[in-house]
């Protein structure tokens, strides 16, 4: 389930409010018995399940050396190889590959037998991994995880009094859960081959196992069939993978222990199918390419033997390409209109006494994961496929929650989590971080029945993304949700895992991701020629800000966007999490903790504000020049009002003041204006200015503390 | 000529102070002639040699497209696509290359006839470009004035209150010199493919046309020979280019309208060929790979006729490969020691009356010729292989300056300067500006000698420089040498330069040139984990310093740099000019003119000094963390200094002040200390400060002015 916004509105809210949405419980999980394991600064992302710290540190200069003893193969060399390049990338240290004998390498990798040629899931993920100031141990049952115990060695890897060193350390890891994906849709916006393997790599960092590709949809099939070959010639604009490239992919996938499942999204979101195809459809064509966003009426017709037959062959073709032994059928969102208005399909629930559309879709369901299994695949749905008369081999993703997992799992259908791990909807890092596939109603599953919940998958839709921003929609928030699906569930501090999010994004970077550097290429655009006090303004304006959350960006669209519409805007150029007013907000809340008297902390307060207050005035120039920055035009105003208002409020705390009733109206009536979104952007500083005061009015926590 | 640092501090020192080095002129071109022309808000670089701007603009809308009236082939196809897709980079829409009929796309391009097949020195490279508000054109003999026409067109557009548009204009335009060149040294560092391209697309967006190839040195041997295996076998440590590698960018530099001329340095800087072939040498092997920087020994032998025979089927291999006109056989910086210690070659010498090693060089510069000839080729050659016996098709490329090529001008033979242009030096793109091929000694000739001095390049030698720093030395100080290249001689004020030339910046990066973005990303390593504060407080430090400038870097070394010392310090990673010293320099200027009673700019000046003297402190967490960051603790420090020193000193000017000859002395004593070079680094802002310790000093320009 992607955009149904109505269903949305209707019902997910309501459970997103309940199960996910609470205030997060800053539990620090070195209170849970961690604190000895794992060191603060240790900066390891996801949290391995047990670590013992050491004494000393192994020194990395340029001649470092890795070796394999025991197994070895054509994945592992080339792993290490990947290895010390990122080893040299993260030192700037010259290192090559080098041949040497096993046991006197720096770091030494036994791996005891190679996993699956196709990998499968369940396989051993586990490892341990040995650092002493002599040198480094890997040692892992199988590929799998000689390949998480590299990412572990190089996120040990950093800068020291000394030379850049790895800290003496036993790290005993496995995952909790099997399944831990991401899910990128190419089908609304295209995205180049080369934008999925670095994100391939970024989860290879942060040890996800699962790409879980979304291939076709109302705005594009992507997928080249010789089969069919109308299906990607008339249905992609020209832009789709072909089978070689797929075949790369695949390749590279699993060169990084990750599994690549497709998704045919059946029978709905399948406009792009029936371009070149509308004999399937359910309602008369022709049909185009879907430039809107939304939920559309052309779907699959259930009652034409002929689309079992096509999608038999299909399947068929696309079973071979994609070696991977589970295949998503989509599933989702289908709204009945194209089977309402076709007699022929109404006569046919009618004729075999199918209850309505939904037992419409249960009968095509039936007969799709029979093609399915016939293919020797196990078939993968949204919420609504889930019906107990299907085999229980299929898999549940589920949008709408963990009590819909639950209710699966007690069915004895295994299942993945998504509700909550949406990355488009602009979720703090520490949002999807609480959300857990055990948690809600899963907590209260059997032994048996919590081992069918397979683990999640983050989902990456694409309307409001492209090329360009869509690695700065995925990372580094993407890292939360991977440590969620593979550190002990104790693991929950948000604190502290922003903290260590926070040095993972910069070597994300490393690997070829352009979620840091991107924005100041998007906004030197913006902004075109601009002197350094301008171009600075504009920074910081756009680091105070983020765009609308959830569904706010269609809601708060002066008209209805596009597949085409330029995603080359202000909204489009800054990060999801403005850490500029967290900073504050933190300032703040020291400040009002200790009464409104501490003065080095008002200080650091102040100068923040008079910078944002003054902001405005900088940017006017670029605002003349550029209709970008223009559209941003109001949002600058409000920063200098609630600034103003701020720097108010400090002035009534440190100096005394008048801040009664009326007073805090007025201010609170600024910060209320500018916390309505403008542009698309929410200013985020607003909450942090009104606690300011609140503290300080009549009656606040800090009133005339000095009088 | 690149490392001779004897003979540079004997001879060219001299050479460069009197006739690079002086006093920049900063004349303003408008002043001359250019006013009426070029609009100071067009961004255009190189400057055309004709502008007439026009009224109105064309709205760069998604529904662009460009065709083609007339010539047409492949070139020009990929041409459009590229031209295309970098619009689309340039301003966030969705555009794709899309058939249109000639005479109604927004941009029509006209060619008459295709250009040679192999690129030639001296095509027609020349083109009109006309915008209006109603559409555009670009009108040209050939494919490589198009190619011209289209760069020229996509500087053009910006962002405006409107939207993204291009102003109406017309562009009369062809180039000063027909040798536009880059010349890159593979041979000291191995520079990858990858980053071979985006500099030529660098150089094709300043309208650059020769990419020279530096491909063999004594540090490696970087072409794949099939008939020599063992010379990149043996010669490179595994880091070469292979022939498809070759062909491959032989075709992307002509698709760009750039020659490629490959250089094989003989007979010195040669110790690579001779790992594998020891007997070519003048000396006994076995021979190594070298690592230190430096003139070395190992030396052809000239004496053997084996010698010839194995060049003369190399080169004829090369000959093939190559397909320029050019073949560049390097020629400098022999030290003779080899041919002084073989008792064979000095008989040989003797025997045949040859004037020393000179004369024995010279032999075998004339073998060389004749062997380069044999194959089709005009032979290029540095400085030293300039004798009168030679043919006149020899082209002689200037380490030395403009007399040197004046002296071959009046001699016959063709020239192309390099001295003045070796971005290598770490100068100022300004200092860079002010060299002219015609300067000096070169204006004096006569119009026909003139025609023989081809145009110049740009050197980037490559000890101090590899793969992920190579851009920012590169970039974007070539565009300064581009456009002294490329547009008028009149054209030469700086201030106008930079102005252009930071704005082209940006569209660089849009290439996938990394001169600005790599910065962050060196830093970051170098930090290590940090907080927003602390990572601030080394990019301000970063933000003032530059590299120790020309030979400095091994002269203020600890130790002798080799091909393996890490290139990851605070020096490598901070660009080559500051603009926050260079911001400082000219508040500073604007506030002594004014008689130091700005105090606008007083205060401006302030704030900046402030933050400069606090931020030692900010950083001190760092330097406990890193050893990298604690290099500069020294730089740290004297920034400081210097901060309070000038704030000393405009304390004394607001405030009065005992700004006698005492305290003078004392200041001024805390900004020499301050100059001097510390961890390689240069503390720009110091001259500012010392300008204003002068003004406020009793006798100075601002003494007292309150009192």
Redesign the interface.
């Known amino acids: 389930m992607r955009r149904a916004k109505v269903w949305l509105r209707g019902l997910s809210l309501m459970i997103l409010s309940a199960s996910l949405c609470g205030p997060l419980r800053a539990q620090d999980s070195r209170s849970l018995g961690l604190q000895t394991l794992v060191q603060p600064e240790l900066?390891l992302m996801p949290v391995p399940a047990n670590v013992r710290t050491g004494n000393g540190s192994l020194k990395i200069d340029?001649g470092f050396t890795v070796a394999f003893a025991g197994h070895s193969d054509a994945r592992l060399n080339g792993a290490a190889e990947r290895f010390v390049e990122r080893l040299s990338k993260?030192?700037?240290?010259?290192m090559?590959m080098r041949p040497v004998n096993g046991t006197k390498a720096t770091l030494v990798v036994h791996v005891d037998h190679d996993s699956k040629q196709v990998q499968e899931l369940g396989e051993d993920e586990s490892y341990v991994l040995e650092v002493s100031s002599n040198g480094g141990s890997v040692t892992a049952p199988n590929d799998l995880g000689a390949l998480h115990g590299l990412q572990t060695f190089l996120q040990l890897v950093?800068?020291?009094?000394?030379?850049f060193v790895a800290p003496a350390i036993t790290v005993k890891d496995t995952p909790r859960f099997p399944w831990r994906g991401l899910m990128i849709d190419a089908g609304r916006h295209f995205i180049p081959m080369e934008v999925l393997r670095r994100n391939i790599d970024g989860m290879e960092a942060v040890k996800m196992n699962v790409f879980h590709w979304h291939l076709s949809e109302n705005q594009g099939f992507r997928v080249e069939s010789r089969k069919f070959p109308k299906l990607h010639q008339m249905g992609s604009?020209?832009l789709y993978y072909t089978q070689d490239e797929i075949r790369g992919l695949i390749a590279y996938a699993r060169e990084r222990g990750i599994r690549v499942v497709p998704e045919f999204d059946l029978p709905g979101h399948s406009t792009a199918w029936f371009i070149g195809h509308p004999e399937l459809a359910s309602g008369p064509g022709p049909f185009t390419v879907e430039r809107r966003w939304g939920v559309f009426d052309p779907a699959f017709d259930p009652t034409n033997e002929k689309v079992y037959k096509f999608l038999d062959e299909f399947i068929g073709e696309m079973a071979k390409l994609f070696p991977d032994h589970f295949f998503h059928v989509g599933g989702d969102e289908v709204n009945g209109k194209q089977w309402d208005a076709n007699p022929k399909i109404q006569e046919f629930i009618r004729a075999h006494d199918l209850k309505g559309n939904a037992g419409l879709q249960l009968y095509f369901n039936k007969k799709l994961q029979g093609i399915v299994s016939k293919h020797g695949k196990s078939m993968v749905g949204w919420d609504e496929v889930l019906d107990p008369t299907l085999p229980k081999d299929i898999v549940i993703q589920s949008w709408r929650g963990q009590a819909s997992l639950a209710e699966a799992a007690k069915q004895g259908y295994r299942g993945i989590l998504s509700n909550g791990y949406y990355l488009d909807l602009g979720w703090s890092a520490a949002r999807h971080y609480a959300v857990d596939p055990m948690g809600g109603a899963a907590a209260n599953l059997t032994p048996e029945e919590k081992q069918r919940i397979l683990g999640g998958e983050a989902c990456m839709w694409s309307e409001y993304v492209n090329a360009?921003n869509i690695d700065s929609r995925i990372w580094p928030r993407n890292a939360a949700i991977a440590e969620r699906l593979w550190s002990p569930q104790e693991v929950r501090d948000p604190g502290w895992m922003y903290a260590r999010m926070?040095?993972l994004s910069?070597q994300l970077?490393?690997l070829g991701l352009t979620h840091?550097?991107y924005s100041?290429?998007?906004l030197?655009?913006?902004?075109?020629?601009a002197s350094?006090e301008e171009f600075h303004a504009l920074r910081t304006l756009a680091d105070v800000v983020e765009p609308v959350k959830d569904y706010g960006r269609e809601e708060t669209a002066s008209g209805p966007a596009t597949s085409?519409t330029?995603?080359?805007r202000v909204v489009?150029a800054i990060p999801l999490e403005s850490?500029a007013a967290q900073?504050l907000s933190e300032m703040v809340d020291k400040y009002v903790a200790a009464g409104c008297r501490d003065a080095a902390t008002g200080a650091q307060i102040r100068a923040q504000l008079i910078l944002w207050r003054d902001n405005d005035a900088k940017l006017q120039p670029l605002m003349?020049?550029?209709?970008?920055v223009?559209e941003v035009a109001g949002t600058s105003q409000d920063l200098a009002a609630i600034a103003s208002a701020e720097l108010a409020a400090l002035d009534a705390l440190e100096h005394g003041g008048n801040a009664d009733e009326a007073w805090k109206a007025q201010q609170t009536a600024v910060v209320q204006q500018a916390q309505k979104p403008k542009g698309q952007l929410l200013l985020m500083p607003a909450p942090a200015v009104q606690k300011l005061i609140d503290a300080a009015s009549t009656g606040g926590s800090c009133a005339a503390p000095k009088q």
Chains 1, 2 share one sequence.
């Not at 950093?158 to 030379?163: A, E, I, L």
Request: zero cysteines; a negative charge.
């Open positions: 900066n340029a993260q030192t700037g240290l010259l090559a950093s800068v020291s009094p000394d030379g604009d020209g360009e926070h040095v910069t970077e490393w840091e550097n100041t290429r998007m030197r655009r913006i902004a075109g020629p350094s085409e330029p995603l080359n489009d850490r900073e003349q020049r550029s209709f970008l223009k």
